[in-house]
Nanobody, 123 residues
Framework: VQLQASGGGLVQAGDSLRLSCASSGLPFSTYVRGWFRQAPGKEREFVAA????????SYGDSVRGRFTISRDNAKNTVYLQMNSLKPEDTALYYC?????????????????WGQGTLVTVSS
């Protein structure tokens, strides 16, 4: 199983970025997919999650209204569109997959993890 996150980079406050997470080898494509992030010196936090159909999504309080999660099952890829970025969004962003069909927000609920992609937002 491999989750490959990409799309991170250095941007200015107010800019946008789109992260991608391509997966291969997952036993079932119906797994819930999520994004987490970890800033230096802080714990990993939930960012967003989406069900297989895309019919249910969930966002962390700090990103709701600015970030949008989506998925393309034909490409086995999940996206995180990040708009109106702020310096406090600076973190290593991880994609993950959970062996469940329902939205989960706890990192312990996720069974597979990618390596992370770094997002740095300058003020």
């Amino acid at each position: 199983v491999q989750l490959q996150a990409s799309g991170g980079g250095l941007v200015q406050a107010g800019d946008s970025l789109r992260l991608s997470c391509a997966s291969s080898g997952l036993p079932f494509s119906t797994y819930v997919r999520g994004w987490f992030r970890q800033a230096p010196g802080k714990e990993r936090e939930f960012v967003a999650a989406i069900t297989w159909s895309g019919g249910a999504v969930s966002y962390g309080d700090s990103v709701r209204g600015r970030f949008t999660i989506s998925r393309d099952n034909a490409k086995n890829t999940v996206y995180l569109q990040m708009n109106s970025l702020k310096p406090e969004d600076t973190a290593l962003y991880y994609c993950a997959a959970s062996r469940t069909a329902f939205i989960v927000r706890g990192q312990r609920e996720y069974n597979y993890w990618g390596q992370g992609t770094l997002v740095t937002v300058s003020s």
